[in-house]
């Protein structure tokens, strides 16, 4: 029997103090000989814990016995069943807590980097034309998806895929939800991976309109009345929760959102661009989740001195291992247990710093995490001249207030069950908008799991 290799095969990326410098991806991924060595350690268990932590259930055993056998054709066929943007979660998937985190491999020894081998592979397609996607006929129904984020592509898609007409709308000028206007450029690079899978998506025959916002360019009941027979929604999370502390008001506090919706979707990233940007001499972020890592590291490209100032342990960051990883390795500074109480501004009513106190971990809350706790006359500043707010994000009232009988939540997000049936007959919903911000690949199986109920609907079997 062959020996088991303990270890990953590593991951070439590009040096911290390069990147620091530019927007480029940070991560190279796989070459074909390191991705059949990393492959190759996969034991192809006959229980495959890790398809049981994929939340869309890739066949990943078998997708990774392909890349062993050289059949690259298999394998992203393999992938492409269960997902339509490969590419994309083979770089932000937190592989760390789902399939790798259930990986066998991962009790004694490094778990398979199933992430990086789906990269690999989605990557391979993109460069050798290697396409599952194709138009199939019609079978004379009508579906309008709201919102082009990772939920409404993965609906549009198997709906496509069992010959439904589905026209996409779009509130922003560019599709892809989060995928554009929010991971960064050297995250997820936008020409090469977001807009080929879209592409893919409209070989399939989906129409994408963009710059709609449905609730005010046109009401989901004009939908119906357009000809539509069912409407899904997924509009995402996108409004900004803020700390409403003293001095919020200043200039230079911004929410993460619109910092990163900037430089992202506007480009202000790229010197060339006329989109305004300002990030001072140090930048504070508040926040350790993604979106907080995602907004320090844009900061520090765009030439800041950058800290983030989180009010728990590292141990309880939402933050991806390898995000945190990364922005310590380019230079952000963690300054942890800290929690902001005002905003300091000078007399022309700039920001010149942040009032924190100290925090200490005390007993778990409803999250099962440690709940921060106040250390007594703690308060100290640290000078900035920005403050990035990245506290996480609510949904957009607007859809649920212009659709009669559509049920919401006190978050504003949409109520809708499991299978994305919402309360208003034909209406179907999945992804931010139901669960508040949370995953890509969980927002695409949500919109997988509604476009089945869509099907069953509009009585249509699956193709
Ligand atoms: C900065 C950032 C970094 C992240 N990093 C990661 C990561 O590394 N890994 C990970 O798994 N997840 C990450 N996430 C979370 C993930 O991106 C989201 O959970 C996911 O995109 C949700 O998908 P969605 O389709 O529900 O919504 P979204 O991606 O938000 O898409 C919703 C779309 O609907 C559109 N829309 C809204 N209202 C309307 C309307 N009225 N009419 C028409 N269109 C409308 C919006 O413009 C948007 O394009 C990150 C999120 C952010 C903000
Ligand atoms: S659990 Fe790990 S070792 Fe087992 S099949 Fe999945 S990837 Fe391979």
Redesign the pocket.
Known sequence: MAKIQANRIPVRSQDPAERVKNFEEVSYGYNTEEAVLEAARCIQCKNPRCVAGCPVSIQIPQFIKAIVEGNMESAATIIAADSSLPAV?G????QEVQCEGACIMGIKHEPISIGKLERYVADWAKENQFSTSEKVPSNGKKVAV?????????CATDLARAGCDVTV????HK??????????EF??PKEDVVEYEIGQLQKMGVTIETN??????VTVDQLFEEGFHAVF??????LPKFLNIPGENLNGVVS??EF?TRSNLMAAYDPESETPIYVGRKVVVVGG???A???ARTALRLGAEVVVAYRRTEKEMP??IE?VHHAKEEGVVFQLLTNPTAVLGNERGWVTGLQCVQMELGEPDESGRRRPVEIPDSTFDISCDVVII?LG?D??P??GRTTPGLEMNRYNGIVADENGVTSREGVFA??????G????????G??RKAAKSILEFLKIGIL
């Open positions: 979660c770089r932000v998937c937190p709201v919102g082009s984020g990772p939920a409404g592509l993965a709308f779009e509130a922003l599709p892809g939800g989060v995928l554009v206007y929010g991971i960064p995250r997820l709609v916002v449905v609730g005010r360019t929604i997924g509009s995402g999370a996108g993460a959102n990163l989740g993604n979106v890592m995602d907004a933050a991806r995000e990245a994000t949904s957009n607007l859809i999945g992804g931010d908008v139901v669960t911000a949370a995953t890509v690949i969980l927002a695409m949500a919109g």
